[in-house]
């Protein structure tokens, strides 16, 4: 089933009758306008989930390398015996 240029001339008239020849350039050019802006949207969703996984894996690296050192002891304090 495909569409054939008959049913896109039918489509054609109906849209003319039902918005009218001056409207139809107008609501192209929102239909374009909402389009771009969907697809501007959806490659920024892309981008922050790429930039949040480079974000964690930066973290998860800075934590591996940053281990606490242990305290040294010091040396219990022995007095010295007089003679």
């Known amino acids: 089933m495909s569409v ?3 049913e896109i001339g039918i489509l054609i008239v ?3 009758l039902l918005f009218g020849a001056k409207k139809l350039p107008d609501a192209a050019r929102s ?3 909402s389009m771009r802006i969907f697809k501007s949207e959806v ?3 892309s981008n ?3 930039r949040f996984e480079e974000q964690r894996a930066l973290e998860a690296q800075q934590t591996q390398t940053i281990q606490p050192q242990p305290i040294a002891q010091p040396e219990q304090y022995k007095p010295q015996q007089q003679p």
Do not use: A, F, S, T
């Open 4 to 6: 054939g240029p008959l």
């Open 14 to 16: 109906v849209l003319i």
């Open 31 to 33: 239909l374009g306008r």
């Open 43 to 45: 490659k920024e969703m």
């Open 48 to 50: 922050d989930d790429k």
